[in-house]
């Protein structure tokens, strides 16, 4: 057998033992943390179990699945859980509501079902919305979604990658519910202002989002039914050691060493001694960010594109989580909930009741009955309570200000949803570090974001190393996003590049194209896609026209 080893073990990591290893090759991966999952970990609040309970769960950030992802839940679907798999272990939410500081929980349906309930939030939604928006601010939106649905892939991937997405959408000249609603949704989708997001990544998931939340059946979104190393992570790594996979964890990587244009050893410490591995191929499955510390000039050298990877070692953002936990259950809404006013770009999940066999009884000091799980995209932006951006809040300061925020947005119109006395405890993602009280935070794992013009800097999941891949979200992908469905699929192209260099006769791995924009299973937009693909190559601008 050919050995593989694969440096970090995140779900892009995983994921490419899991298909390396289904494919008889040998594999080995080394995690730098002392528990699996990468950004999609669950993780314990250290101390808080008493008198013999777990301790309460905490996370990086809360866990989706959106419907277009496609790789992961392929993946979810091959590994065993007790009598299934861990598909069976996602839960379809119902509701996607929007927060204000001046109207009551505005409901959006996530699972359109043929009842009177529905129909009639579906009417309110489209004629009495209570953001703002006008109708032209609506036929502005739709045209531009209209315009991305019609562009051929060519003008979506070198002309709109090249154009952000305020401008694309003409924000500036729109109203201001306008701005607030459809370019402000950047930073709750990919944790950057639309001033800087390109349109070639949030064009597509803009209008496939779209598309999901109104087609009825099923919900645009599921979340897994407990926390997330429970359900998915740790079935998993039981799955792949089962099958042979070496997994380490809290082993560091040191250095990756390129000799004569092959790399020919990774030096790596584990419980206290530093050594060398070796292996036929290598897998760097690190974030971008921790990538670009290890690319060396015998490896720029080798594959001039690696340049690439140390320019997006800046493009990257925070998206970490804060978990409050609660004395009384608190379903706010059955879904997520976004804080449009909330200056940190809020969103929230009431998690327990989508954990209906979980009993939090058996956590933390045996009283907490819910837990709300919260996203903050925006650590720049000051907020209610201090004027501080999040980057230079002490911890207890981000849990005040998060609190008061979402107060803000819950208690209006004399409804009183979220209050103080409900408050158990609350615990903020350990990514973010306090090394000095005086100074700024620090973030271990920030998240990549598509800038304006990066995808020119983004390399295959090959290289010209021919013993080293590359896979992570900053590869270039069809999900073209940074998520876990982006990092699956990258570990989906960097195995199947190997596959190709051992000239292997196992079937590659399945990839799919992510947005392709079906109305009712059927691609009515193929006829718009070849005429404006005979535009761009002809160098004329989008018509959006079918001849």
């Known amino acids: 057998m050919k050995k593989v080893v694969i440096l970090g073990g995140g779900v892009a990591g995983m994921s490419a033992a899991h298909e390396l290893v289904v494919r008889g090759y040998e594999v080995s991966v080394y995690e730098f943390k002392s528990i ?43 590994i065993p859980y007790e009598n299934g798999t861990v598909y069976d272990n996602l839960t379809e939410v ?63 991937r070198e002309e ?50 779209t598309l999901d939340i109104t087609t009825p059946g099923t919900s645009f979104v599921r979340l897994l039914n407990g926390p997330t190393n429970d359900k998915w992570v740790n079935p998993w790594l039981t799955f792949l050691r089962d099958q042979g996979v070496d997994y380490h964890l809290a082993a560091k990587v040191e250095s990756i060493e390129c000799v004569d244009g092959v790399i020919r050893s990774a030096k790596v410490t584990e ?21 670009g510390k290890f690319i060396t000039d015998a490896m720029v050298q080798a594959d001039p ?97 998060v609190w008061a925020q979402m107060k803000l947005s819950l208690n209006v119109d004399g409804a009183v949803i979220l209050e103080d006395d409900v408050l158990h405890s609350w615990f903020l993602d350990t990514d973010i570090q306090f090394e000095n009280p005086d100074q700024a935070c620090t973030n271990m794992e920030p998240l990549l974001i598509n800038r304006v013009g990066t995808w020119d800097d983004r390399p295959e999941a090959y290289t010209a190393i021919p013993n080293l891949f590359l896979a992570a979200d900053y590869v270039r992908t069809n999900t073209n996003l940074a998520t876990m469905e ?28 992510m947005y392709t924009f079906e109305l009712w299973h059927i691609d009515l937009l193929k006829p718009y896609h070849h005429h404006d693909k005979r535009r761009f190559e002809k160098g004329l601008p989008w018509d959006g026209k079918l001849f």
């Not at 950030?61 to 419907?67: Q, V």
């Not at 009417?123 to 315009?147: A, H, T, V």
């Not at 950047?186 to 950057?192: D, F, I």
């Not at 206290?272 to 960010?289: L, N, Q, R, S, W």
């Open 94 to 156: 119902t509701r996607l509501d929007i927060a204000t500081y001046t109207a009551p929980l505005l409901p959006l349906l996530a699972k359109i079902e043929f009842s009177l309930d529905n129909f009639m939030v579906v009417i309110r939604d489209l004629f009495d919305n209570g953001l703002g928006l006008s109708m032209d601010d609506l036929e502005q939106y739709g045209r531009k979604l209209w315009q991305v649905m019609t562009s051929c892939d060519e003008r979506i």
């Open 160 to 209: 709109y990658n090249l154009i952000d997405w305020w401008n694309f959408i003409e924000a500036d000249q729109q109203s201001p519910a306008f701005q607030k609603i459809f370019a402000g949704f950047t930073k709750t989708l990919v944790a950057c202002q639309s001033k800087i997001a390109n349109t070639q990544t949030v064009g597509p998931v803009a209008v496939q989002m």
């Open 305 to 401: 594109t690696l340049v690439g990877v140390q320019k997006l070692v800046d493009s990257v953002a925070w998206m970490n989580g804060i978990q409050y936990y609660l004395k009384e259950e608190l379903p706010i809404t059955h879904g997520h909930v976004i804080y449009l006013d909330a200056p940190w770009s809020l969103t929230s999940v009431s998690q327990k009741q989508f954990w209906p066999d979980v009993d939090l009884s058996e956590y933390g000091d045996g009283t907490v009955k819910g837990v709300l799980s919260v996203d903050i995209s925006d650590w720049d932006t000051p907020g209610v309570l201090f004027g501080k951006s999040a980057t230079l809040c002490t911890a207890e300061e981000i849990k005040a200000e």
């Open 36 to 78: 699996p999952g990468g950004k999609a970990r669950s993780m314990p609040f250290i101390g808080s179990g008493t008198g013999g309970r777990k301790d309460l769960p905490g996370e990086h950030g809360f866990r989706l699945f959106p419907r277009f992802y496609r790789h992961v839940i392929d993946t979810l679907k091959r």
């Open 271 to 291: 419980n206290g001694k530093t050594f060398d591995i070796e292996a036929d191929y290598y897998i760097a499955a690190f974030p971008v960010e921790v990538m």
């Open 486 to 513: 982006g990092a699956n699929e990258a570990a989906r192209r960097a195995v199947n590049a190997i596959l190709k260099q051992d000239g292997s006769m196992e079937k590659p791995c399945e990839i799919w194209e």
